[in-house]
């Protein structure tokens, strides 16, 4: 009986070895998805047997760096956002993390085309020049521009609408109609500065005609029965348009926004407007006043909803002064 126990022991010793190297392999396997390369896969794929699966877990990294090398966090976290979409819609892709870590680049910053860096510099370019100007009188300009608000919403604001109680609008149209007939010698002669030879023609029939059919101007019937506009120019475009800078900010009391180029044309305006010689000079500063109170009329709210809508009133008023003035002398 002892023989027999230990032949028996024997064989059940040697059958133990054959029986598992007869198993087939599972059909659950694991695959690394990071190494899906071929050159992992024969060693990261195994049974899903305990013993085998553990040698296979041991040689499932390599020992040599990955072929992308190392990845930051930044690559970690948008492989693994792109290994669980690859893996729900159609598996990890045949060439691995190389592929990943491309996409995972794409992702973080997408080349931007030469059309597009040339556009998006052209932009910037010119929405720099548009809002550049000197500014060395901050303070002065800074203490203007709130003199003039306070201006505006304690005086200004309250007589314009006032009077614009009393009159009616068809009134306050033909007052603006009679100074802008009034004011043609300045943009007669700043469309001559810039030979803008038909302008100035256009300007010179206009005078004639509302001066005469138009009853001194208070209706504008050059446009409404003949079709000719006016053309909205002054000295200071005039002198913009032959390549001068504003050279730097101005902020006037009363006059609002300037600079040191439009101030030098404000006066060449002043010297062309007929109002300038009315004696005695309160007179002519009473109908200067009456014909700003009367616009103002027209544009009540603009300057509320400016200051509503900007972080910074005065540094806004100054940029869309520079940007105004710049397509006026583009134009």
């Not at 054959?18 to 990261?44: F, G, K, M, N, R």
Request: charged share 25%.
């Amino acid at each position: 009986m002892k023989y027999l126990a230990k032949i028996l022991s024997v064989i059940m010793l040697l059958a133990v070895p054959l029986c598992v190297a007869a198993e087939e392999p599972s059909d659950t396997s694991v695959t690394h998805p990071l190494y899906a390369d071929e050159e992992y896969v024969s060693v990261i794929t195994a049974s899903a047997a305990g013993p085998e699966l553990s040698a296979s877990i041991v040689h499932a990294v390599p020992e040599e760096e990955p072929p992308c090398g190392d990845l930051d966090v930044d690559d970690e976290i948008l492989m693994d956002a792109l290994l669980e979409e690859r893996m729900k819609d159609q598996g990890t892709a045949a060439d691995g993390e190389e592929v990943l870590l491309a996409e995972a680049e794409g992702l973080r910053e997408e080349p931007a085309t030469e059309d597009d860096d040339g556009a998006e510099g052209e932009y910037n370019n010119e929405d720099l020049e548009n809002n550049r100007i000197a500014d060395p009188l901050y303070y002065w300009n800074v203490s203007m521009y709130h003199f003039n608000d306070k201006f505006y919403f304690w005086l200004l604001k309250p007589v314009a609408q006032g009077y614009s109680a009393i009159a009616p609008e068809p009134v306050r149209i033909a007052v603006s109609n009679f100074f802008q007939n009034l004011t043609t010698p300045i943009r007669f002669v700043a469309n001559l500065l810039q030979l803008k030879l038909k302008n100035a023609g256009d300007e010179l029939v206009r005078f004639v005609t509302n001066s005469t059919q138009g009853l001194a101007g208070f209706m504008d019937v050059a446009k409404s029965h003949y079709g000719i506009a006016t053309h909205d120019e002054d000295i200071g475009q005039a002198l913009g348009s032959y390549g001068i800078g504003h050279g730097f900010y101005l902020v006037w009391p009363f006059l609002g926004p300037s600079s040191l180029r439009d101030t030098a044309g404000l006066v060449g305006d002043t010297l062309l407007n007929p109002v300038t010689y009315v004696n005695p000079l309160e007179t002519s500063i009473g109908i200067r006043a009456y014909d700003r109170v009367n616009e103002t009329t027209f544009h009540i709210g603009d300057y509320e909803d400016m200051k509503e809508a900007a972080i910074d009133p005065y540094v806004s008023l100054r940029n869309g002064y520079v940007q105004h003035r710049k397509k006026q002398v583009k134009e």
